[in-house]
């Protein structure tokens, strides 16, 4: 499967535990972003990262959620101490050069939050 | 910010009918994508529109660009079941040419 890979497909997570989301972009892509989807609302922007850089965080917010993208490995979507309102669906995608035109989504994950 | 409505926010069509989809901003974009979201998969990018005015084809889908760059359509001919799922119409935006502003979307639900 050379599409954009993402693990878990399904999370739950206790009020206070931290969240693991894993993006593995496709082939010959070295460029990563993570949006959220929450329940009537569109996919909104969180971050952009290429290999060991954060690029734009700013759709991120600022306490509790991190990203990074090692030069080895997945990207990794952190979320620490996790409350009621981070249950969403968070979706990677990649692209091979830094534009909008080209990103493509991997299946998401679905984080609930109990 | 740069905001894209899409509309209707529903619709529910027998096999064999037309639709058309709408994307709409206020503000003009560089390009607009179009994808396809069915319940628990990521968006699938089916276009991608750049030129004013552009149309594409892609099958029974139509896929035209404003000639203000500032909305978009999207037209089924003889739609199937198969076509069900949420329709997302996508541009740059926050002054970027990365960061993907997004509709709310059209739920298409094709009866047989």
């Known amino acids: 499967n050379a599409g954009v890979m993402q693990n878990p497909r399904h999370l739950v997570r206790r009020r206070g535990q931290e969240a693991r989301l894993r993006c593995s972009p496709m082939k010959g892509h070295s460029h990563v972003y993570w949006y959220r989807q929450l329940p009537e609302e569109g996919l909104k922007f969180m971050v952009y990262l290429q290999k060991e850089n954060i690029i734009d965080e700013s759709g991120m917010p600022k306490e509790r959620f991190s990203a990074e993208f090692p030069k080895e490995g997945p990207s990794i979507l952190r979320i620490q101490q996790v409350v009621r309102g981070d249950s969403a669906a968070y979706f990677c995608a990649s692209s091979k050069g830094r534009s909008s035109g080209e990103q493509y989504f991997g299946p998401g994950t679905r984080l609930t939050v109990t | 910010t740069q905001l894209l409505e899409q509309s209707p926010q529903f619709l529910s069509i027998q096999e064999g009918e037309n639709l058309t989809v709408y994307c709409n901003s206020s503000?003009?974009?560089?390009?607009l994508q179009w994808y396809r979201q069915e319940p628990g998969e990521g968006p699938v990018l089916l276009v991608t529109?750049?030129?004013?005015?552009e149309v594409k084809k892609l099958k029974r889908l139509t896929f035209q660009f404003g000639d203000a760059r500032k909305d978009s359509s999207l037209h089924i001919t003889a739609a199937q079941p198969g076509d069900t799922g949420l329709y997302l119409c996508a541009g740059p935006g926050g002054g970027s040419n990365y960061k993907l502003t997004f509709g709310k979307g059209t739920l298409l639900t094709v009866n047989p």
């Open positions: 503000s003009v974009f560089s390009s």
């Open positions: 529109v750049v030129t004013g005015g």
